[in-house]
């Protein structure tokens, strides 16, 4: 065993990250083709407004982040199903309103406090025994959900209208989908920090795009991709003393050139399979 995991707030990093690297590429695969691949920047501005809540009313900033992120979930997916808002402007309004909310409550606070500037950025490795069942939690809820509308997802994400000829009700797993992220971006928040939340969700999802020949195995190789960006990173991170999330996330940057270097090679490339 390495020295470094011999220490306990290693081991929930590495646990923490774990859960985080599967479920973002899991939640990532259904938004990156739907060009909703900003939705998680989006609903991380909206957990800043929760994390402020909590913080404000002395309450735990989780929770906080978890309850209003859900709910402004909720709300911009039903301003999207009413077609009230298109897309992109839904995204851009609950974005702004997000951090406008967000603003005012710090200011109200008297400003950062260690809490809050630890979720801004991530903090992995300050993460608590009791933040680790909270994202196992969280975690087990998203796989649970995917695994068991998988395909169903899959057609929507393809093709919604043909979906939805087909008797899937699409709204309602849109609306799933969109609390799903919900969670997965509370989830990564803690780990990355609200500003690299979407990097997470996606910049594994384009590297298993890039490699994967079909979309299952794209998301497998996403997984794995995520995984490797977590262990690398986190253990860079400990031996030269830099930020975690930002370790992380540039591991993530750095696999996805590689794949999109060895996606230019003749002899590297496969046909693709338009199947689950």
Do not use: K
Not at 214 to 221: D, E, G, I, W
């Amino acid at each position: 065993m390495p020295e470094f995991l011999q220490f306990g707030f290693m081991q929930r990093a590495f646990a923490a990250g774990a859960v985080t690297a599967i479920i973002c590429p899991l939640i990532g695969v259904f938004l990156v083709p739907r060009r909703l691949s900003l939705i998680a920047d989006t609903l991380a501005h909206v957990a800043l407004a929760g994390v402020a809540v909590g913080l404000l009313l002395g309450a735990s900033p989780v929770l906080g982040a978890l309850v209003v992120t859900v709910i402004g979930a909720l709300g911009m997916e039903r301003l999207r199903a009413r077609g009230a808002l298109q897309g992109d402007a839904a995204l851009a309004v609950f974005l702004s309103g997000g951090f406008a909310v967000a603003v005012v409550l710090i200011s109200l606070a008297h400003g950062f406090n260690a809490d809050l500037f630890a979720i801004l950025f991530g903090s992995i490795l300050t993460v608590s025994p009791t933040d680790v069942w909270l994202i196992l939690a969280l975690g087990a809820v998203v796989v649970t959900t995917i695994a068991l509308t998988y395909r169903r997802l899959f057609a929507t994400t393809l093709n919604e209208d043909l979906a939805r000829t087909s008797g899937v009700q699409v709204t309602a797993l849109n609306f799933t989908l969109t609390v799903l992220t919900a969670l997965t971006t509370v989830v990564a928040m803690r780990m990355v920090g609200v500003l690299l939340v979407s990097a997470m969700i996606v910049i594994p999802t384009l590297t298993g795009f890039a490699i994967g020949t079909s979309f299952r195995r794209a998301t497998m190789v996403a997984i794995v991709m995520a995984l490797a960006s977590v262990g690398i990173g986190l253990t860079v991170a400990y031996y030269l003393r830099l930020a975690a999330g930002g370790a992380v996330v540039l591991t993530a940057l750095l696999i996805f050139a590689v794949a999109s270097m060895l996606r230019r090679v003749p002899w590297t490339r496969r046909p693709r399979e338009s199947r689950p």
